[in-house]
């Protein structure tokens, strides 16, 4: 339908004005925090199919994040794991375009991650010294205000929250990515000289060079260009198909 096409666009063009209006990362603060959700949660799936296991994971205030393994595994593992995080984060915003083109798919897609959210809460999220449960209470808060746009809102707008989210999942990982050219990260306020590039360079090339870790920080930026320009042309191919007139009848 040109409906969907028509919500998907004003979901993009909506979360790029955002991003730079001078107000605009206040109101998209909580987009900010679930796309540090699927970031980390993108290395706890890892974590368990390579056997490492997850066992906890922080989030802090300044959207930051950390996840834990129970066990260390071997080097292709580990690059696995690390490779991850701004892998997953652009893929599952790229799915989550491609499977809510109607307000049902919308609602059950938000109920989904809902529930999700809030067995993450439980089974995976901790407190930190530093600030507490906010982790916890975040991630609890976004899930409880997703599962109410699920439940209550018209069938528009349920379909535009998807696409809004899916469209800040991808945007998202975009601009996280570029972070990774830097020479320090900075995780909690504290600057840091590893990220998820610098271990995947350690675990592939063996050196932490700059090269390396910027060699696979735009392999990353690629992914995710790619993902999301998928996303959109399947969207936008479902949608003029179904808008195509059938074909006139024949005697």
């Not at 949660?41 to 066992?55: K, N, P, R, W």
């Not at 060699?215 to 790619?226: E, G, K, M, Q, T």
């Amino acid at each position: 339908m040109r409906a969907e096409l028509r919500t998907l666009a004003l979901a993009l063009i909506a979360s790029l004005l955002l991003w730079n209006l001078p107000f605009g990362g206040l109101v998209l603060y909580p987009f900010k925090i679930l796309a540090t959700w699927l970031h980390e949660m993108s290395h706890g799936v890892v974590m368990i199919a390579t056997g490492a296991e997850l066992d906890r994971v922080v989030i802090y205030r300044d959207t930051s994040g950390l996840s834990y393994a129970v066990y260390a595994v071997s080097a292709p593992g580990t690059a696995a794991i690390a490779a991850a995080g701004y892998m997953g984060t652009a893929l599952w915003g790229a799915v989550l375009l491609v499977a809510t083109p109607t307000a049902k798919t919308a609602r059950w897609a938000l109920i989904v991650i809902a529930v999700l959210m809030m067995v993450t809460v439980v089974f995976a999220i901790v407190p930190t010294p530093e600030e507490g449960r906010f982790g916890q209470w975040a991630v609890a808060g976004i899930a409880i205000v997703l599962a109410v746009c699920a439940l209550v809102l018209p069938p528009r707008w349920r379909v535009f929250v998807a696409h809004f989210i899916a469209a800040q999942s991808c945007i998202n990982a975009l601009l996280d990515i570029r972070v990774l050219l830097r020479p320090m990260q900075a995780v909690n306020g504290m600057l840091t000289g590893t990220s998820d590039a610098t271990a995947m360079a350690d675990n592939t090339f063996e050196t932490r060079h700059p090269w390396a870790v910027w060699f696979w920080a735009i392999v990353w930026l690629a992914w995710s260009l790619a993902v999301l320009f998928v996303a959109l042309r399947v969207s936008g191919w479902r949608a003029a198909r179904n808008a195509a007139p059938a074909d006139p009848p024949t005697a």
